[in-house]
């Protein structure tokens, strides 16, 4: 079973840029799609960013297109999700997450096998 544990969050100015890891363990994650969620406060989990097993095809939800850039180093067992131009409505819990099926369903939280525990961004204005 793989395990997946965040890093790389804080507090940074809004225009500023934030690059967050998540390494797993437990197993190789080349069989994966990977993503990255995030929560605000009060609000419900949202999908961010997907990637396939092989890092050439990536989704990502409108709000973050342009701004942010999910990519994997499969032998160094980590996932990245590089944010620029940050904006304080950013500001959210960001967790990586596995899935068995094909990046597309990443979105819709398909096939998800394993979580972080997240990481806090803070984006302040």
């Known amino acids: 079973q793989v395990q997946l544990v965040e890093s790389g969050g804080g507090l940074v100015q809004a225009g500023g840029s934030l690059r967050l890891s998540c390494a797993a363990s437990g197993r190789t994650i080349s069989t994966y799609s990977m993503g990255w969620f995030r929560q605000a406060p009060g609000k419900e989990r949202e999908f961010v960013a997907a990637?396939?097993?092989?890092?050439?095809?990536?989704d990502y939800a409108d709000p973050v297109k342009g701004r942010f850039t999910i990519s994997r180093d499969n032998g160094g067992n980590t996932v990245y999700l590089q944010m620029n131009d940050l904006k304080p409505e950013d500001t959210a819990v960001y967790y990586c997450?596995?899935?068995?099926?094909?990046?597309?369903?990443?979105?819709?939280?398909?096939?998800?096998?394993?979580w972080g525990k997240g990481t806090l961004v803070t984006v302040s204005s």
């Open positions: 990637i396939g097993w092989s890092g050439s095809a990536t």
């Open positions: 997450a596995a899935s068995a099926l094909s990046f597309r369903n990443i979105r819709v939280s398909g096939g998800l096998i394993a």
